[in-house]
């Protein structure tokens, strides 16, 4: 790690997770751009630092000098006419080609970027060869595979698996392997990043509401009757709990959905007496439509099963519910994970601890924004992790 200060730029800038990492590793951030506004305004107030806009339309030689690059960029499947017709660039037209521009300008020493999962599979692969070439061509040493990282690995309760992509300026040096032992992961436990009830001001507004509550304990009932010698691993559909209809031409879905509906006919054959009744009342409950009147059970098979229990999420496929050790990846649409044993959902603040940004971080007070934003971030911790390796 350098001793002196040493200057990058935040592209794609969100909310700063990139910031909060490497200025906690000494840095100085010399220029930001992101093109969503109400990002841009809380970046500012809580660094200081107004970003700029699209990236499409800066000029690299409007950035200022700086060491290291950081980016977490949208993930966009490049063109494969590039390759086809001989194009010496198939990265024109995404964002990843402005990313290079600017590395081809200022050749800093340093580059970090961050994306999604799938990039390392995207497009059968291609989108990673073509990420990877190019950025060696422009003169960086870089792992031949990206290394994936979740929040989990080191006991923050979120997972979110992510790429990262380290690239070292070839005069400078190579990226030493990196080595994780995942056999080594620890449990996680939520309650690390729970705030108490008693401190959230406006707490009402979290509560499951009272109809929604009665649908969680007639799930409940659903669940704790059912005889199973397992709990169901496919999803519940309610609207198949029913006989075959033996006018329906169920070759008509594709296997996988044709296979739900057998299972969920086998269900309700196994257990008819049970569901009929269950049913009838179920549908007295006006919140029990569409993916509510679905269940994805994905917690394990336990003694009894209780949704309360448990960490949920209300999805348009169906109510998931999750084992309660870890929170599914925040993600920038609202589908805001309840917590079952507190009969609540997520506040802002806690998907802030979920993202290892520090209590005095300054969220967007709209609330849907500040969700959103958290959903979009990079988790700070594991940029620590990533940025020491590349610059140690
Ligand atoms: C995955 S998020 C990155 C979040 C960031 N790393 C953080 O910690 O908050 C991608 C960001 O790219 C921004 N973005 C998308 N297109 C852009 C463009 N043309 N110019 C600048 N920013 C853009 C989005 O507004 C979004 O905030």
Redesign the pocket.
Known sequence: MPKKKYKYI???????????AMDALGGKCVFA????ED?RKTYEVNYGLKP???????DAHDIPEHDVL?????CQAFSKAGKRLGFDDETKGT?FF?ICRILEYHKPKYALL???RNLASHDHGNTWRVIHDRLEKLGYNLLSEPVIFSPHYIGIPQHRERVYIMCVRKDIGEVAPFEFDKRKIKPCSIEDILQNDSDIPNIEEYRVPKEMEQLIDLWNEFLQNIKVDKLPGFPIWTDRLCELNKNEDLSQYPSWKQNFIHKNNELYRNNKKFIDKWLVRAKKNPLFFGAKAKLEWQAGNVDIPNIWNQIFQLRPSGIRVKMNSFFPALV?IVQTSIIGSRRRYLTPRECARL?SFPDTFKYDIKQAQAYK??G???N?DC?KIFAKHLLK
Do not use: S, W, Y
Request: with cysteine.
């Open positions: 935040d592209l794609f800038a969100g909310i700063g997770g990139f910031h909060q751009c992101d093109i969503d990002c700029a806009g699209d990236i499409t339309k800066i950081c980016a977490g960029f949208p964002l402005d961050e994306n999604v920038a993202q934003q958290f979009n971030a990079v700070v940029v």
